[in-house]
């Protein structure tokens, strides 16, 4: 449901507070710097790699690309081969893409459908729901026992339309890794949003510097002048941390603009009819731990995604999801000619990705100290070291836990500070 009107006018009294402030809220910490190491040494990229993207819910596909019993498609952009199939009772489940004789792939094309998931290298086939049905020349195999020869599961878990993989099977649900968010996101209508574009371009960054440029507007008069500033009420924004290293910003339009004015979007296509005040005057964007980018609008919703392809690459998926479309108005926010490249906006920031990330290879690059503004950064870089385990992290890559629980939602000291 929309925010609630008291929820409204305590949001746009904090915008008028942050524009009003001539420090940051009394209390609120200083930050330390960022490691520089965090960027590029690769003790750090690989507890990344075993920790931050076996433990977290990651957005792995949309129901549309699963249409009917039977259909199936592969996902490895976590590192891991797995592939999501639609059983016949129309539940999507996950598992690893790994034959459990010898290892081979059992389903090979990026999107296909069958009655069953047969292995290629030597036909061992199973059930939509996993189960080993079938072992060519079964008789040569001595007592196998084909209840515990199933495919691996992978937890899958949906959010409305949108489907969510964890490698960690005690991990929490999808719904409590949210959090209070789930709620929020509820007058966005997911559940009714179809799937109008995907595309994934290769970028020369580590992923954390491609996702950080849409986590703050501090860079925003610098980077985007004319594109994403005129339409930004920069020093009217507000941040909001969560539980888990989630964060929220809302930031108004100017007067006499409407969201999204900085990428136009085809006013023929519908509007969710459920989206409240906020968005439809406001950039509202979440970043949802770890690597979800989530902007939202009564028009679309268009998540990046940021995947790591190496410590000094990375992979951008832009996606945008919207109300059922008429014939030849499909949306895609992101990217032009059908993904053919990167729209104006985000070409600004990936381009000089590619340039930060040379810079930070440099003698020259000690560390990052962030302002009250670039607060989401941290406190993500905080809900990492917890996911990684901050023992497990050399003390010269840490980050203090300097922000704490006075500040994460609901708790907010922001609040007490509006009328001094």
């Known amino acids: 449901m929309p925010m609630t009107a008291e929820e409204i006018r305590t949001l746009r009294a904090l915008m008028e507070y942050e524009a009003a402030r001539t420090a940051p809220p009394r209390g609120f910490p200083a930050l330390p710097d960022i490691p520089a190491g965090r960027y590029t040494d690769p003790r750090f990229f690989q507890l990344e790699m075993a920790h931050l993207w076996r433990k977290s819910w990651l957005l792995a596909a949309h129901s549309d690309e699963l249409p009917a019993p039977g259909s199936y498609m592969t996902w490895d952009l976590a590192g891991e081969p797995v592939v999501l199939v639609r059983g016949e009772d129309a539940v999507v489940r ?8 010898r290892g081979a792939p059992v389903a090979m094309a990026a999107h296909g459908s069958g009655r069953r998931l047969t292995c290629p290298y030597h036909g061992w086939s199973y059930a939509l729901d996993g189960r080993l049905l079938g072992v060519r020349d079964a008789q040569d195999f001595t007592d196998l026992d084909y209840s515990t020869r199933g495919l691996v599961p992978v937890r899958c878990e949906a959010f409305g339309n949108l489907l969510f993989v964890n490698f960690d099977q005690h991990a929490p649900s999808l ?41 703050e507007v501090y860079h925003v008069r610098s980077i985007h002048p004319t594109t994403v500033a005129p339409a930004l009420d920069d020093p009217r924004n507000v941040n909001t941390l969560y539980a888990n290293g989630h ?32 968005a439809r005057s406001c950039t509202q964007s979440y970043g949802i731990f770890p690597n979800l980018v989530a902007p939202l609008s009564q028009y679309v919703i268009p ?13 951008l998926e832009t996606w945008t999801l919207a109300p059922p479309w008429q014939e030849g108005l499909r949306p895609d926010l992101w990217t032009e000619n059908d993904g053919q490249k990167l729209c104006a906006v985000l070409l600004e920031d990936t381009e000089f990705g590619a340039r930060i990330q040379k810079s930070m290879e440099s003698r020259g690059f000690t560390g990052v100290p962030l302002s009250y503004q670039e607060s989401r950064i941290y406190h993500w870089n905080q809900g990492a070291d917890r996911i990684i385990g901050i023992d497990n992290i050399p003390p010269e890559l840490r980050v203090a836990q300097v922000i704490g629980e006075e500040w994460m939602y609901p708790n907010d000291p922001r609040l007490e500070q509006l009328h001094d």
């Open 94 to 101: 996950a598992f690893f893409n790994t034959c459990r004789h």
């Open 175 to 215: 719904l409590e890794w949210l959090g209070p968010i789930a709620a929020e996101w509820e007058e966005f209508q997911f559940d009714q949003c179809r799937l109008a574009a995907r595309h994934v371009f290769d970028l020369e960054c580590n992923w954390k510097i491609a996702m950080e440029a849409n986590t």
């Open 247 to 278: 964060g929220r910003m809302v930031a108004p339009t100017p007067a006499g603009m409407a969201t999204l004015d900085i990428m136009p979007v085809d006013p023929r296509i519908a509007q969710v009819d459920t989206v409240g005040e906020i």
């Open 303 to 315: 998540p990046l995604v940021f995947w790591p392809n190496g410590i000094n690459r990375c992979r």
